[in-house]
């Protein structure tokens, strides 16, 4: 596992792979550090150290395909948030969590689409809406049909973790690298229906001016 301060510019890591810068949002105490710490070394912190910012770089097969995943862990607490717009300017995915036992931070939760909005002037950003803690289930604030109701008006993915158990973490991230080169796949179809519509109108301007040239 290494440590970085930043996220790197580039999106091919040195190995070659496509890299995907991902970044994780929510509010403090939601288990944004537990969830990124299963997932990158299976380990589960029991205890809460507010993040400041912290970044991880792991490497793993999505698809049958390498995916080096530069991931951007963030402060939920209001006292570390003054980076949240670089971060959100740098990030190509983000993971948007709340915490299953905790109503307050799904209202924060539901917040973030707009503040990323505000940064990137886009709507149509990958994102993967988790409800984290359902180990806890004796103290459910949020009901699973409230998480699904606005992973919808996100349109985006929607999972129930537990960092604790380790449950559907992998999901999570895969889940966001699949969305991300959906994306990504969508816009080559876009560039490439351009690029023909392009040489389609060139072909026409020819042959008018061949059309003109003989007529004069
Ligand atoms: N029972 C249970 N506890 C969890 C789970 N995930 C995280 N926790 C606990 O919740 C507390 C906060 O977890 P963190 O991962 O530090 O939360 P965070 O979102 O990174 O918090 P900030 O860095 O302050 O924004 C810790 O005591 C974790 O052990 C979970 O799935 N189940
Ligand atoms: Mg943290």
Not at 195 to 203: E, F
Request: charged share 30%.
């Amino acid at each position: 596992m290494e440590l970085e301060n930043e996220i790197s510019s580039s999106n091919n890591s040195s190995a070659g792979s496509r890299e995907y810068k991902v970044v994780m949002l929510g509010a403090g105490g939601v288990g944004k550090s537990a969830m990124t710490m299963q997932f990158i070394s299976h380990r589960f912190p029991d205890y809460h150290d507010p993040t400041i910012e912290d970044a991880y770089k792991t490497q793993v097969r999505i698809d049958d395909e390498p995916a080096y995943l530069d991931i951007l862990d963030t402060a939920g607490q209001a006292e570390f948030t003054a980076m949240r717009d670089q971060y959100m300017r740098g990030g190509e995915g983000f993971i948007i969590c709340y915490s299953i036992t905790d109503r307050q931070s799904f209202q924060e939760a539901a917040e973030f689409k707009e503040l990323i909005y505000c940064v990137r002037h886009t709507y149509d950003i990958p994102l993967v809406l988790v409800g984290n803690k359902t180990d806890l289930e004796e103290f459910r604030q949020v009901s699973t049909e409230e998480g699904m109701n606005l992973a919808r008006e996100y349109s985006c993915s929607f999972f129930e973790t537990s960092a604790a158990l380790r449950f559907y973490i992998d999901d999570v991230f895969h889940g966001l690298v699949r969305e991300i080169r959906r994306k990504e796949s969508s816009l080559t179809v876009a560039e490439k229906k351009m690029k023909r519509k392009d040489s389609l109108w060139r072909k026409l301007k020819g042959s008018l001016r061949k059309k003109k040239e003989s007529t004069t």
